[in-house]
């Protein structure tokens, strides 16, 4: 079977997400490295050129285009500190710890810290002192020899998938940490592969995208769980694998539900690596679908390592209509259409769905799911729902406007005549004070604000900005946090 076996999400379905837009998108660069990587492009995939999530990123002849200095230095600017309701925290994130009973997983008693969530899914660490500092949420280990202040996100791998080519493959979750390189001593990266059967035939190295192009670093050290790399420069990176067997993965099954009156039950059923790039993916995928969905919460990860090339068939207990039947698995990080398992039922009655190698038939998950694991959250929702409009009718301040209008981008006038309904003279009064930006911005915001006088709320403007996806994050969590 093709890589990415199974369903895969269609354009419709795929709309473009402007989360990673600010990354630069290099030529790998091996000159650095003693073996070099060959500049071969990797595996294409047809499904993804209807994806055109990177739009200033073009492709010319199979190459990939050079982006300037300029673009790689935006990111770095580009951090938001507005934080988010907890809340918000644990819904954005999947935290899948594995269990491997073939892993020797050593206790290195870091210090383990909780860091801010700030907008887009960043991340803001501070540290008081030198030491050893692990990431509650991410799994980094930052060791650092000073007092610090560290922002890094999770980045999705198929942006880079043209520069990483065998016989390298993706090890584990790719970050962009943003601090004072001269603070950070190493990082070690969480990698999602086991290390049980085939340590000595592996090779790790980080990837590391620049400005100028990307490298293939050395690493210092693995562990069953990370990578540990020096600090050179900080941009995105994540760790690479080599290996002359095959690779085994720790995976994860994550579910969806489709939201809809029928009383038919319609579910995804996504196999993936353990890698929090990948369970990102699949969230972000599922959130920009036409349709609406529910993430039912099931335990995920497998009880039986994942390997490439291996065989895979999902089982419904009483039976359902499942598409495909089976699977051939690999890791999809790379691509940016995700494949999926289609599960339907005519009635909504408990059932269970087991993942089954289908060579051994060993089970490798199972979960019972019941009509409560989606009437209870649905009721939820809807109380949810009420208790936010009803605190949503609050007024929004000029502190949240102006947050507002740091996000916009440059399309500002046009959201302010299409979505927010405002007449070209208020604009051209707006412009016309040829002020800072973000202040035009703002004055378009307390244009619409006055507009709309006591209709001039978080839930009315989310509404209004609802395909604004620059804003959604912000106005998502001032929505959570009534």
Not at 8 to 15: A, F, G, I, V
Not at 196 to 215: E, I, L, P, R
Not at 277 to 296: Q, T, Y
Request: proline residues 4%; aromatic residues 6%.
């Amino acid at each position: 079977m093709s890589r990415g076996a199974g369903v895969t999400e269609s354009s419709d379905d795929h709309n473009a997400s402007s989360e990673e837009k600010d990354c630069p998108s290099p030529n790998l660069d091996t000159s650095k490295d003693s073996k070099s990587v060959e500049d071969s492009s990797s595996e294409s995939n047809s499904e993804s050129d209807s994806d055109n999530e990177e739009p200033e990123t073009e492709k010319t002849n199979g190459e990939l285009a050079q982006s300037s200095t300029e673009e790689a230095s935006t990111q770095a600017k580009e951090w938001d500190d507005t934080d988010l309701p907890t809340e918000h925290l644990n819904s954005k994130f999947i935290k899948i710890q594995p269990h491997c009973e073939h892993c020797n997983t050593e206790n290195k008693h870091n210090e383990r810290v909780t860091p801010r969530l700030l907008s887009r899914g960043q991340f803001l660490l501070k540290v008081d002192m030198e030491g050893v500092y692990e990431c509650t949420e991410t799994g980094l280990i930052f060791e650092v020899n000073r007092k610090v202040d560290i922002k890094y996100c999770v980045l999705s791998w198929s942006k880079y998938a043209d520069l990483v080519v065998k016989p390298w493959a993706v090890g584990g979750p790719l970050f962009d940490v943003k601090c004072d390189p001269a603070s950070l001593t190493s990082i070690q990266f969480p990698h999602s592969l086991c290390l049980g059967y085939q340590d000595a035939n592996m090779t790790f190295k980080v990837f590391h995208v620049k400005s100028s192009g990307a490298t293939l670093e050395y690493t210092v050290d693995h562990s069953p769980t990370h990578v540990k790399w020096h600090v050179t420069s900080l941009s995105p990176v994540g760790p690479v694998i080599q290996s002359e067997k095959t690779v085994y993965h720790h995976g994860a099954v994550v579910l969806y539900k489709v939201i809809d009156h029928n009383p038919s039950l319609s579910f995804r059923v996504y196999v993936a690596t353990n890698n929090e790039s990948f369970i990102k993916d699949i969230s972000k995928s599922v959130k920009h679908s036409s349709k609406k969905f529910m993430k039912i919460d099931k335990p995920p990860v497998c009880h039986k390592l994942l390997q490439n090339g291996k065989k895979y068939r999902l089982v419904c207990e009483p039976g359902a209509d499942i598409t495909p039947e089976e699977i051939e698995f690999v890791d999809g990080s790379l691509l940016k259409l995700k494949s999926y398992i289609e599960v339907y039922l005519e009635q909504p009655v408990e059932f269970k769905l087991l993942l089954v190698e289908t060579d051994s038939e060993e089970i490798v998950w199972k979960a019972i799911l019941r009509e409560c694991d989606w009437v209870q959250h649905e009721e939820s929702r809807s109380v949810s729902k009420t208790r936010s409009s009803d605190g949503a009718a609050t007024p929004l301040t000029d502190a949240q406007l102006i947050t507002l209008a740091g996000k916009l981008g440059k399309d500002w006038i046009k959201i302010g005549l299409v979505n927010l309904g405002l007449d070209i003279t208020v604009i051209d009064a707006v412009r016309e004070k040829k002020e800072d930006a973000t202040i035009c911005k703002f004055r378009m915001l307390k244009s619409w604000q006055e507009k709309e006088q006591s209709n001039a709320t978080v839930q009315n403007l989310y509404n209004c900005l609802e395909n604004i996806s620059e804003v959604q994050d912000v106005l998502e969590g001032l929505l959570q946090a009534m």
